[in-house]
């Protein structure tokens, strides 16, 4: 009966968790008059696991006020666009907090979008703290049950601010006054599955038709949000100065082409392998990241040079360890380990290359006492998982945690003395014209979080091209020299910014007819723009990815001088794809504005 001194309500299922015999009682208050059950709707907040708690600054740095009063300002004369450009560390989160907190008390609403929903817990967990239960978490990972719930809530006005990734730009804030864009220059924004767009653009869109001023946040912005604030499309706003003590990382570079001088080669180099031990000696955790899944990369016949391939999708197939496999990170097919040739009956199957699983047994074999951890998507697999080894990560249970990409998105941990980075220039062998851009943002990512909590800490980067300004710029934290040196070779090769392209993609089970089709459809291309100079129309060619899930693919690129061109004949573009798709089921074609994905 306590329960009911301090409320006057309480839900069924707490007394149910609070009475062992529940049902009994219920029905003895209810004869007697002292309680009624009545069915009403409530809605759940989701569960979620707070990692950090976020103490605001007593004071605040003369540049972060002036960029609050910039925005603030021109939040009440609707919108504009602002570019957030704060170093790792320039304090953009207390930045957001303001602005939000200064739409809020004018009786309007605020959307942050984040680029994933790890970060959208973290994130959630800070602006919860600040302001209450009034702020609301929406992602693809809540159950059916938590996204409606979350979705009426929102629908009705009970919330202030929504966080979340790229869904939560579609809910239906009402009074909407501001829009922010965390880690705008982060790639995840892209949709690349059904509809193909951008939610930064889409984000744009919105506060333009809500008439809502948008802040696209980054310590490294994109190089097309940059381009846009020196032509004037977007208002500049620095933060490069850290409120806090900041302790500059001790960064060292590694020439792996030297390394591999030595009889037995390693994954891991000598200076790596020694701040390793001392890190361990000294009771402190080190965080190594690989951004490759698996055991070993590839598998040659040492007598015929046949690589084994998915048979679906035609690329190499990874050796997975835990489940003594080969498997296809495209499409999911595996097999059985091939021991011997199966095509010249002759050769023996030899392993190269190496991911996080071989790194993992390595480091196993180097530090047997230690607690070593695997953080990616084959060791971790649902979200409970996830936070549980970054909870055991912040308390000191692990001392060695490797990760990939998924390690980059933020997380403090003052206990983490090291960061080692294997091989850097991975991302720099893709055929996009963006690898550079993705290495310098990634590498810059890492150097950031040695970069948090007053901490000296040091950063190992291994590569075999250490010499590539991508690299150098991003331990170097020039950002400008990067943009300046990217931007001028997109110029000279008529990329985007300078360019606006569309990419066609076709596919069939049969290689012939998708190969048939894609001619057919560069001839009329060519054809409907002969008359424009400027329109350039490459190929078709097989893609980079030529074959997936059983599918040969082949791709057009379209690039356009500016985007009132391109948006006048994308109809036209629709059109002929459309014609040639209902000629043959078979044909899937896929047109992808702006793509980032040219695989």
């Known amino acids: 009966m306590e329960l009911f001194l301090v409320t006057d309500e309480i839900r069924y299922e707490i007394l149910k968790a609070k009475i062992t015999n529940f049902r009994s009682l219920i029905e003895k208050w209810k004869k007697k008059g002292v309680l009624k059950i009545r069915k009403r709707e409530v809605l759940k907040s989701p569960k979620g696991l707070i990692i950090h708690r976020f103490e605001r600054p007593k004071t605040l740095h003369p540049i972060q006020k002036n960029a ?31 602005c939000v907190e200064y739409v809020i008390n004018k009786g309007k609403s605020a959307l942050l979008l984040v680029p994933e929903v790890a970060l959208a817990q973290s994130m959630w967990s800070v602006f919860r703290t600040v302001l209450g239960e009034k702020v609301t978490i929406y992602h693809s990972e809540l159950s059916i049950r938590e996204r409606y719930d979350q979705w009426l809530k929102i629908m009705r006005g009970d919330t202030y601010l929504v966080i979340g990734p790229r869904s939560a730009l579609f809910t239906p804030l009402k009074k909407l006054g501001i829009i922010i864009v965390d880690e705008e220059h982060d790639f995840s ?21 809500e008439d809502v001023p948008v802040i696209l946040g980054s310590s490294m912005p994109s190089v097309d949000s940059f381009y846009k604030c020196e032509i004037g499309k977007f208002k500049l706003i620095e933060i490069q100065k850290r409120p806090d003590p900041y302790l500059t990382p001790q960064i060292e570079l590694i020439d792996m082409k030297g390394e591999g001088k030595n009889k037995k080669r390693s994954i891991i180099s000598k200076r790596l392998l020694e701040a390793l031990e001392d890190t361990i000696n000294k009771k402190m955790q080190a965080i190594v990241f690989l951004n490759r899944r698996g055991f070993n990369r590839i598998h040659i016949c040492s007598e015929c040079g046949r690589i084994i391939r998915c048979k679906d999708c035609d690329m190499p197939m990874i050796f997975h360890l835990k489940d003594n496999r080969l498997i296809c990170h495209h499409c999911g097919f595996s097999q059985e380990m091939e021991m011997a040739c199966s095509f ?3 050769g023996k199957i030899r392993a190269y290359g190496f991911g996080t699983e071989r790194l993992e047994r390595e480091l196993k074999r180097l530090f047997p006492q230690k607690n070593i951890i695997r953080f990616d998507r084959d060791s971790v697999k649902t979200k409970t998982e996830e936070e549980e080894i970054l909870k055991e990560l912040s308390e000191g249970n692990i001392d060695i945690l490797i990760g990939t990409q998924m390690i980059t998105k933020a997380y403090e941990f003052s ?7 294997i091989s850097a220039d991975l991302s720099l062998v893709f055929p996009d014209f963006r690898a550079p851009e993705r290495t310098f943002q990634l590498l810059s990512q890492l150097i950031s979080l040695a970069q948090k909590d007053g901490v000296r800490r040091r950063v190992i980067v291994q590569s075999f091209n250490p010499s590539h300004y991508a690299i150098l710029n991003a331990i170097n934290s ?42 057919s459809i560069t001839k009329r291309l060519k054809f409907l723009f002969s008359k424009e100079e400027q329109i350039k129309i490459m190929g078709p ?5 030529s074959k997936l899930r059983g599918r040969y693919r082949w791709q057009i690129l379209c690039k356009f001088p500016i985007k009132e061109l391109m948006e006048a004949n ?7 794809s459309k014609e040639m798709s209902i000629k043959d089921r078979d044909i899937r074609i896929i047109i992808d504005v702006d793509p980032y994905n040219m695989l």
């Open 68 to 98: 609050i009063s910039q925005i603030n300002t021109e939040t009440d004369s609707g919108y504009g666009v602002f570019l957030l450009y704060g170093i790792s560390g320039s304090g953009k989160i207390e930045v957001y907090l303001r």
């Open 189 to 209: 924004y892209k949709q690349e599955e059904g509809t193909r767009i951008h939610v930064r653009d889409c984000a744009l869109l919105r506060g333009e038709i």
């Open 415 to 421: 206990n983490v003395a090291l960061i080692g980075v």
């Open 541 to 545: 060619s097989p893609a980079p990815l």
């Open 478 to 519: 020039d950002y400008l020299s990067f943009y300046k040196r990217e931007i001028d070779l997109r110029r000279r090769l008529f990329y985007p910014p300078f360019s606006h392209l569309i990419n066609i993609v076709l596919s069939s089970k049969d290689r012939q007819k998708v190969e048939e089709v894609a001619e």
């Open 344 to 346: 010249c009956k002759i």
């Open 570 to 576: 994308l109809i036209h573009i629709h059109m002929i």
